[in-house]
Structures are given as C-alpha cells and as structure tokens.
C-alpha cells in the first residue's frame, strides 16, 4: 500500500498542539523538516502541506499561521532525497504560468519528487482577498479542466534534450525543441514557452480531493493520486470502483489513480493505552472550533441543529460537496448521532479514526486495503512529533511484517513510488519515458 503523510504543524487535531511536548507552531520549519525525516525514514510515499488563500482568527491553529507550502517543501528538498513533495494550490486563485513554474523548479530541485494536490477553493471567503466574487461549483471544475490542460501543456514547452550546451559552437538551447504554447480558450491566453527546463518525472504527479460528481469526473480525467474522506467500508469500496471504471473510461489505466483517504491512527502498545490516548484527545476538544470546522466541512451552519438529535439530512452545498457526499450517507446517518459525528471532526476533522494496538489497527488498514477500499492512506496524526513517531516505530513494522509496505525505497521519484509513467511529451516524436 502506499502511505502519504498529511503534515499540519500543530497537528490535525483541532487542539492536537496542547497535548503534552507537541508542537505549537505551524510557521516553525524546523517542525517539518523533523516531520519529513521521520517520514522518509519509515519509507512514506509522500509528504503532503496542505494550503489556503484565508485567514480567521477563529480558524484551525495549522492553517491561522501557517508556512507557504512551495517555500516550505523547497528547504524540507534540502534534509530528504526520496520522500514525494506534495502541496495545494488553487486553480482559482492561481494562474497557470506562475503555477507551472513553481512546481517545475520544486520537482527540478528536489531531484523529480513533486506533486500537486489540485483544488478548485470553494470557500467563498478566499475571493475577498482577490477581489473576486464567488465562483458556482461546476463553472470552477471548468475553469480548472482548462487550468490543468494549460499547465501540462507549459510543462512540455521543453524536450527533455532541448538543452544542448555546445561550448565549441556556442548554442545553448536547441530552438526547435522549446515549443510555443499559444493557447487562447475560453478562461486563459497563455502563449508560453514556460522559462523552465523539463521537469524531472515529465510533470509533477497530480493530486485531486473532489468527491462531488464533477470532482469525480474530474479526478478520472486528470487525477494520478486522489485523497477522499471516508468513514464507512462499503462506501468506500463502491466508490473506489466507481472512480476505478471512470478512469478506465477516459482511457486510462486504473492502476494510475491512486486511492487513499484519510486516516487517523490512535496507537498504543495495549489496547486500553490507546483508548486513553483517544480519551485524551477528546478532551482537549474546544466546542466553537469543533462547530466551525464540522460546519465547513460540510457547508452547512451545524450550529442550529441539536447535538443530541439525529444526523439532519442535509441539501448538497453548492460550494463543500465532498464530505457531505462521503460522511453522510444513510447508513451513517442511521448508526450515529449528531454529537458523534461532532465528536469525529472533533478529533479528526472528518477523516477516518483507527484505535488500538500496532497490530489492530493495521488488521483495520489491510481490510480496506485488501477490500479493496483503497490503495494506501493519507495519515492525519492528531499531533507531532508523538503521533507520527508511534506510527513509524509500531505500525510501519507490522505492515512491513506483513508484506503491506516496502521496507525500502526502490526508486527516486514521486512517480516511481507510486508506480506512475512519465508522461510523454506532446512535440516528441520519441516521448520521455
């Protein structure tokens, strides 16, 4: 399976910083450089910051103050030679010249490790800092359809042997292998080419979280990593089959989208040491912060529904579809209240919690994993450094034990990690790979 770490400096935990010897600090590089090394020493796939374009003072401690993600990865690039570097960035409030760039210099200087996680922002409060109104959730998909074409399209400006360097006859670049883009369509005039050599692994690996209807048709199309949010295993399961036949029916091979939603281990070397630790997460829960974030999640102000009452069904937001979708199904809506749902993104944000020792939680992980639910996991640890630690020191080993997880790294890229091609080139006759 493959593992990616979602790394959050004050933890994904709402109130994860005020655990005993936890960071406090989201802007702190030192914080995540640690993180990274302790995830690449465990053979993760995959270090991923996550990003926003807002800021509330009410807001989850890791995203109120946080680092930007494309400098942070440059330095972590710097301790780390084989983990992926992955980091959000909007299609939205992006254009996709400057985005190309950016990700091509990652992925040059990280030697080929980086990825995209491809977000459409649908908080319509991020528009404020950019003086735009808000964008209608199928109209922001299509914007991002062609944002993502321009972006590829600049990644394969150069061939990958357009450099020449002749010192006897002075020619650098080799012209007719830099290529013009000249697109002009309906969102974006971009005529290119892009001021930035061929990228590594072709073009960074890309990365969706939509689960909405247009998010799924979108992850079929371009996707080659999906994140999702699920709770239940039979719903997991029907969806990763339906993102599967969709890829497949965009002529892709399934095998190059990848799976993994989001999981938050709770491990202790006996099972009561772990129901403790999940206790005490719970503890540390402050009510108004739990609220917003359950609220925006799933795109409704929760507030005025009874915490003691049913799940209410809810109508989809036209702007946060993917919870919604994911988390309330029937079924949920049937075997759980309102205040344990509450309790869920309390302590997780919405993602999947697993309790118990090195060897229960992995029998839960190699279930959905051999359902198949999944492909892997995006591991969410409630704090850092202690949450990521007991999953490296107790949990990596029996999933290694078992066959489920590399014991070593067999390539250098994000693409080789993840069993990914490199994309040909559109203007190579031979292609890259």
């Given at each position: 399976m493959h593992l990616g770490l979602f790394a959050v400096g004050t933890g994904n935990h709402i109130a994860g910083w005020r655990h005993p010897g936890a960071s406090k600090s989201a802007?702190?590089?030192?914080?995540?450089?640690?993180?990274?090394?302790?995830?690449?020493?465990?053979?993760?796939?995959?270090?991923?910051?996550?990003?926003?374009?807002?800021?509330?003072?009410?807001?989850?401690?890791?995203?109120?103050?946080?680092?930007?993600?494309?400098?942070?990865?440059?330095?972590?690039?710097?301790?780390?030679?084989?983990?992926?570097?992955?980091?959000?960035?909007?299609?939205?409030?992006?254009?996709?010249?400057?985005?190309?760039?950016?990700?091509?210099?990652?992925?040059?200087?990280?030697?080929?490790?980086?990825?995209?996680?491809?977000?459409t922002t649908s908080d319509p409060d991020s528009g404020q800092n950019f003086g735009r109104a808000e964008i209608e959730h199928d109209l922001r998909y299509e914007?991002?359809?062609?944002?993502?074409?321009?972006?590829?399209?600049?990644?394969?400006?150069?061939?990958?042997?357009?450099?020449?360097?002749?010192?006897?006859?002075?020619?650098?670049?080799?012209?007719?292998?830099?290529?013009?883009?000249?697109?002009?369509?309906?969102?974006?005039?971009?005529?290119?080419?892009?001021?930035?050599a061929r990228c590594p692994q072709g073009y960074p690996v890309l990365i969706q979280a939509g689960s909405s209807k247009t998010?799924?048709?979108?992850?079929?199309?371009?996707?080659?990593?999906?994140?999702t949010v699920q709770q239940d295993l039979e719903v997991a399961a029907s969806f990763y089959a339906q993102v599967k036949q969709r890829v497949h029916e965009q002529g892709r091979d399934p095998q190059h989208c990848k799976i993994l939603p989001g999981l938050l281990p709770v491990v202790g070397r006996t099972e009561r040491e772990a129901q403790e630790k999940l206790a005490e997460l719970a503890s540390y829960v402050d009510e108004e912060s739990a609220m917003e974030t359950m609220s925006f999640r799933l795109g409704h102000d929760m507030s005025q529904y009874s915490l003691d009452g049913p799940v209410p069904k809810l109508p989809?937001?036209?702007?946060?579809?993917?919870?919604?979708?994911?988390?309330?199904?029937?079924?949920?809506?049937?075997?759980?209240?309102?205040?344990?749902?509450?309790?869920?993104?309390?302590?997780?944000?919405?993602?999947?919690?697993?309790?118990?020792?090195?060897?229960?939680?992995?029998?839960?992980?190699?279930?959905?994993?051999?359902?198949?639910?999944?492909?892997?996991?995006?591991?969410?640890p409630a704090h850092f450094p202690e949450s990521l630690d007991d999953f490296a020191e107790l949990v990596v080993p029996e999933l290694q034990r078992r066959s489920l997880f590399r014991t070593e790294y067999s390539g250098r890229t994000l693409r080789e990690h993840f069993g990914l091609p490199v994309p040909t080139n559109r203007y190579s006759e031979s292609g890259d790979g």
């Open positions: 802007s702190d590089i030192k914080v995540f450089l640690e993180m990274a090394k302790t995830a690449e020493r465990a053979k993760f796939d995959m270090f991923f910051l996550a990003d926003g374009v807002k800021c509330s003072p009410d807001y989850h401690p890791g995203f109120l103050n946080q680092l930007e993600p494309m400098t942070a990865l440059s330095a972590i690039s710097m301790v780390t030679s084989h983990i992926g570097l992955v980091a959000t960035a909007s299609t939205t409030y992006s254009e996709p010249y400057n985005l190309a760039r950016t990700f091509a210099s990652l992925d040059l200087i990280s030697g080929g490790r980086a990825g995209w996680n491809m977000v914007i991002a359809a062609e944002f993502v074409e321009v972006t590829r399209g600049l990644w394969d400006s150069w061939e990958s042997d357009a450099i020449e360097a002749n010192v006897e006859s002075g020619r650098y670049a080799i012209p007719e292998k830099v290529h013009f883009l000249d697109h002009d369509g309906k969102h974006f005039q971009v005529r290119g080419p892009l001021n930035a998010g799924q048709e979108f992850a079929a199309k371009y996707a080659e990593v999906m994140f989809i937001s036209g702007n946060v579809q993917g919870y919604r979708r994911m988390v309330l199904t029937d079924a949920y809506r049937k075997n759980y209240t309102l205040r344990e749902l509450y309790n869920l993104f309390a302590v997780s944000r919405g993602y999947l919690i697993v309790c118990g020792t090195p060897s229960q939680v992995v029998d839960a992980m190699e279930e959905w994993f051999k359902a198949p639910a999944c492909d892997g996991f995006n591991l969410t």
